[in-house]
T-cell receptor, first 114, second 115 residues
């Protein structure tokens, strides 16, 4: 059982380049999330998708776009990367958007923007 | 809006010693409380959670946490630490905000275990 998978694991971009981070879950979860993790700041929510066909902004959405491609897949796109987007990105999923349900996390993507 | 404070950024304990990681939260009602662990290079894994009922909750890997409403705390404990417990630990509070689950994470406590 793979759980939540993310690709790529590592990426280096130059300022202004674009890229898409991929996330997939095989647990039939309705809700999916994108977080970024920065030292001393914990995890901050970028975007989430409460259910297939819906997406909404989290705390730090600027510079990002998302697509809920289907129930399994939720991608995060950086249209024009900036050094401030250097971070570790985690995708997560949960059965529903109810806050009582735990989130399951992928292994992360370490992104460096030079 | 809810918030979470983990006052200890880094803790070092000897293998076999007891452990307590502190977490304080701010929220108007009883929140959903979680502790997650992150091993190096890995995603977060749930250790335990509290919603209601017994204020002492048991989790995986021998961890437990106690909810104290009067102190707005949800401290994580383990009676005897193993070297494999070295990791970063995140306290989180979940609450419904508008129409979605808002989970706020603390900044984490990095645990070092020395022989």
């Amino acid at each position: 059982n793979a759980g939540v998978t993310q690709t790529p694991k590592f990426q280096v971009l130059k300022t202004g380049q674009s890229m898409t981070l991929q996330c997939a879950q095989d647990m039939n979860h309705n809700s999916m999330y994108w977080y970024r993790q920065d030292p001393g700041m914990g995890l901050r929510l970028i975007y989430y998708s409460a259910s297939e066909g819906t997406t909404d902004k989290g705390e730090v959405p600027n510079g990002y776009n998302v697509s809920r491609l289907n129930k399994r897949e939720f991608s995060l796109r950086l249209e024009s990367a900036a050094p401030s987007q250097t971070s570790v990105y985690f995708c997560a999923s949960s059965e529903t958007a109810n806050p009582s349900y735990e989130q399951y996390f992928g292994p992360g993507t370490r992104l460096t923007v030079t | 809006a809810q918030s979470v404070t983990q006052p200890d950024i880094h803790i070092t304990v000897s293998e076999g010693a007891s452990l307590e990681l502190r977490c304080n939260y701010s929220y108007g009602a009883t929140p959903y409380l979680f502790w997650y662990v992150q091993s190096p290079g890995q995603g977060l894994q749930l250790l335990l959670k509290y919603f209601s009922g017994d204020t002492l909750v048991q989790g995986i890997k021998g961890f437990e946490a106690e909810f104290k409403r009067s102190q707005s705390s949800f401290n994580l404990r383990k009676p005897s630490v193993h070297w494999s417990d070295a990791a970063e630990y995140f306290c989180a509070v979940g609450a419904r905000s508008g129409g979605y689950q808002k989970v706020t994470f603390g900044i984490g406590t990095k645990l070092q275990v020395i022989p």
